[in-house]
């Protein structure tokens, strides 16, 4: 039953905390992407990997780093640097970068107490 | 500068009448459009795609038409079923470039009984 997984469904943040949000694929996919969405916006671009041990900033970077040290698995770490991390994140994978279609995760909503 | 704009937030349609949702673009380098389906705290699921060279793809309920000279798609669905309730993203790519696909901030379809 191939897919992607991501974990937890919901996370709470202390201010000043570091977070790791994960994600998993089965699919054999070479390229992993993390989106975040916010209430009546679109999918806002963090981070994307082409292949394994590399990775590329999108347009929102800032606050946000990545691995991605196996195929399988795209982490995504939210760093006390990020000023408004209260979002809906989004793990997606695609056969290859930008050229196929995008198949995502159930999502990761994280909070800010 | 939103590539990407969908310009109706919400949209309301009875059930058993055509639904159709709008979406224009404005990077003339696009050639390759998809549309996505997302319900509340789950990640988008691709529903169709067209490619420039088209300007009509189908698949059962749904058609998407895409009108190059005015830089303007529409997605059709008919009919339309409770199950369809949900945000519809439009997206765009230049696949012949590598470019990274641009979300619109979607709209929102309520079917009415």
């Known amino acids: 039953d191939g897919g992607i997984t991501q974990s937890p469904k919901y996370l709470f943040r202390k201010e000043g905390q570091n977070v790791t949000l994960s994600c998993e694929q089965n699919?054999?996919?070479?390229?992993m992407y993390w989106y975040r969405q916010d209430p009546g916006q679109g999918l806002r671009l963090i981070y994307y990997?082409?292949?394994?041990?590399?990775?590329q900033k999108g347009d929102i970077a800032e606050g946000y780093s990545v691995s991605r040290e196996k195929k399988e698995s795209f982490p995504l770490t939210v760093t006390s640097a990020q000023k408004n991390p209260t979002a809906f994140y989004l793990c997606a994978s695609s056969m290859k970068v930008w050229r196929e279609t995008q198949y995502f995760g159930p999502g990761t909503r994280l909070l800010v107490l | 500068d939103q590539q990407v704009k969908q310009n109706s937030p919400s949209l309301s349609v009875q059930e058993g009448r055509i639904s159709i949702l709008n979406c224009d673009y404005t990077?003339?380098?696009?050639?390759?459009f998809l549309w996505y389906k997302k319900y509340p705290a789950e990640g988008p699921t691709f529903l169709i795609s067209?490619?420039?060279?088209?300007d009509k793809n189908e698949d059962g309920r749904f058609t998407v038409f895409l009108n190059k000279s005015a830089k303007h798609l529409s997605l059709h669905i008919v009919p339309s079923q409770p199950g369809d309730s949900a945000v519809y993203f439009c997206?765009?790519?230049?696949?012949?470039?590598?470019?990274?696909?641009?979300f619109g901030k979607g709209t929102r379809l309520h079917i009415l009984p």
């Open positions: 067209i490619s420039s060279i088209k």
């Open positions: 990997s082409q292949i394994v041990n590399d990775f």
């Open positions: 997206a765009a790519s230049a696949r012949g470039r590598d470019d990274k696909i641009i």
């Open positions: 990077n003339s380098m696009f050639d390759y």
């Open positions: 699919l054999n996919h070479d390229a």
